[in-house]
């Protein structure tokens, strides 16, 4: 019989208590320690020997500290010589570095790949991954699950309920196949908002693809960063006629003045996104957002892997 075994880093303690109530598996201590000068250590509490083991670890903020955290309990777990080694990334941090986009600048996306396998993963879970070629990163096993099922539910019983005239909506051409999802499962129509990034982390909406006007609508993304995009396609949306605007996100990173824009904005009615990525202090004070746990698909993925069943038909 084999035997599984949680490891949870210090980024998102929350999803792995609940992941490991939910499996009845108790939370390994990997003893993370910060020395003065910034180091990380890190021991293993317990035996691993032989043990299918699962680490829990987002890559968010600080991201360059919790990539390095999840790189060292990787090493460890191989060095204590761990069967197999599944790191579960909920956030995978610099997906968004996936090629280059100028003269001499890095494929940063493919660089914590290589260093995630040297350090020792056998396996990767992530969730909503924003580009969907970084899995060909990897010469390990990987699994992009989603969150659609826990953000449809929530449109279904508390979104759509409230409208006779409701629409999804891409918010640029990259998101398009997500959204065709959504409105497939929702049966309803999409739009498409036309943009433009000026520059990093700036981008300019300028036309929206469909009829939106007297409508309520959805916008769905895999991910909130600063809120500028967001808080333009609302604008865009209402000087078009739309109705309620909502917004949907599998991470709600929040960084720089996303919180101050999103409470400003006249437009929004309120935002959902997942517990991929713990919400900072100001977000939780933040009435417009709204939180939904994930930990009941990562705890199916994690027990179809550990028993070697089929993990995509959690998404048929």
């Not at 043990?51 to 670890?57: E, L």
């Amino acid at each position: 019989m084999g035997r599984i075994v949680l490891v949870s880093g210090s980024s998102n303690p929350e999803l792995s208590k609940k992941v490991s109530n939910i499996l009845d598996v108790p939370l390994v201590d990997p003893k993370l320690i910060k020395f003065a000068n910034g180091e990380i250590y890190c021991e293993i509490a317990e035996t691993v020997r032989g043990a299918d083991v699962f680490v829990i670890q987002s890559t968010c903020h600080p991201a360059n500290d919790n990539l390095m955290e999840l790189l060292i309990m990787l090493d460890a777990l191989k060095r204590a010589s761990a069967k197999s080694i599944t790191a579960v990334m909920p956030h995978y941090g610099y997906s968004r570095q996936d090629r280059k986009v100028r003269p001499r600048s890095p494929i940063s996306a493919k660089l914590v790949a290589d260093l995630v396998t040297t350090a020792g993963a056998t396996r990767v879970i992530t969730m909503d991954l924003h580009a969907g070629q970084i899995q060909g990163f990897f010469n390990i096993p990987f699994d992009n699950i989603y969150s659609s099922p826990v953000i449809l539910n929530h449109i279904k019983n508390k979104i759509a309920p409230k409208s006779k005239n409701f629409m999804c909506v891409s918010p640029d051409s990259g998101g398009v196949e997500r959204v065709r999802h959504y409105a497939k499962k929702l049966s309803c129509d999409l739009a498409l908002i036309d943009k433009r990034r000026t520059e990093v982390n700036v981008a300019k909406a300028f036309n929206v693809v469909g009829d939106v006007e007297g409508k309520d609508l959805v916008i769905i993304d895999d991910m909130i960063d600063t809120a500028g995009t967001l808080c333009e396609s609302a604008r865009v949306l209402k000087e078009k006629g739309a109705g309620k605007i909502y917004a949907c996100a599998t991470h709600g990173i929040f960084s720089g003045p996303a919180i101050e824009r999103i409470e400003s904005s006249v437009d929004l009615e309120a935002i959902v996104v997942t517990d991929t990525i713990p919400l900072s202090e100001s977000a939780k004070k933040c009435s417009k957002i709204q939180v939904l746990t994930t930990c009941d698909i990562f705890s199916k993925a994690i027990h179809r892997t550990f028993n070697n069943d089929s993990v995509s038909s959690l998404f048929v």
